[in-house]
């Protein structure tokens, strides 16, 4: 399975008033098919077991180099496994090659679902994520909050794990005079679903930045406070 090979299977259930749809809500120039993700999910799930893991990276850096949305949701989606084997280095260094690249929450959000899996595959990468944060750009920047999700959702931590929550915290907390929407979204999105598991985190984080955040943002992040 190439790229070309790929990209044509995704064209061949292209939908131009979707596409048209799809570009305004979107609201970044690039091309658009019109295809729903569960045929995206279809043919992922096709050439995910017709190839070995270096042949899903190979594929999966095509399909994002071509910039078609769909194509860069379908490389994402190749990539999402919690086990990767015998390695997933190249697969983590792909993914983390496109972070640079993100411009829009959609297909940043699928391509950090896939960094989520690396990341918790191998917990020392947190040193990489850690270096986004000091970024100039907007999108790297959110990416770190955006793949440690999963340090939100222990409900029985390990010690290493309560400190890789608190070092996530320390990142938020030096978001905070950032008050660009997308970031402000992305810290509430964190602390909203820390306070799930950890509420104690979750309200002294709140009272010690709450004042400085914008207000939808501290709202989110309460919301499931109890």
Not at 17 to 23: N, Q, S
Not at 97 to 125: E, M, Y
Not at 161 to 182: H, K
């Amino acid at each position: 399975m190439t790229p070309d090979d790929a990209l044509a299977l995704l064209e061949a259930d292209a939908n131009h008033d979707k596409a048209t749809e799809m570009a305004r809500y979107h609201k970044v120039e690039r091309p658009y098919l019109g295809v729903a993700n569960p045929v995206i999910d279809a043919h992922v799930k096709d050439w995910r077991a017709a190839l070995d893991v270096p042949g899903r990276v190979a594929l999966a850096k095509g399909l994002w180099d071509s910039n078609i949305h769909e194509a860069r949701v379908a490389a994402a989606k190749l990539l999402t496994q919690a086990r990767l084997r015998p390695d997933d280095g190249d697969a983590w260094a792909l993914i983390a090659s496109w972070v640079p690249d993100f411009d829009a929450w959609a297909v940043a959000d699928h391509a950090a679902i896939a960094g989520q899996k690396r990341l918790v595959a191998d917990p020392t990468r947190l040193d990489e994520v850690e270096i986004w944060t000091r970024s100039d750009h907007l999108w790297t920047r959110r990416a770190a909050l955006v793949m440690t999700l999963p340090w939100t959702k222990q409900n029985f931590p390990k010690p290493a794990e309560l400190d890789a929550r608190d070092r996530i915290l320390g990142w938020a907390a030096s978001y905070v005079p950032d008050q660009e929407w997308f970031i402000q979204k992305a810290i509430a999105w964190w602390l909203r679903d820390l306070s799930k598991h950890d509420p104690d985190r979750v309200r002294g984080f709140l009272e010690t930045h709450g004042e400085a955040m914008k207000p939808f943002a501290r709202k989110e992040a309460s919301r499931y406070l109890p």
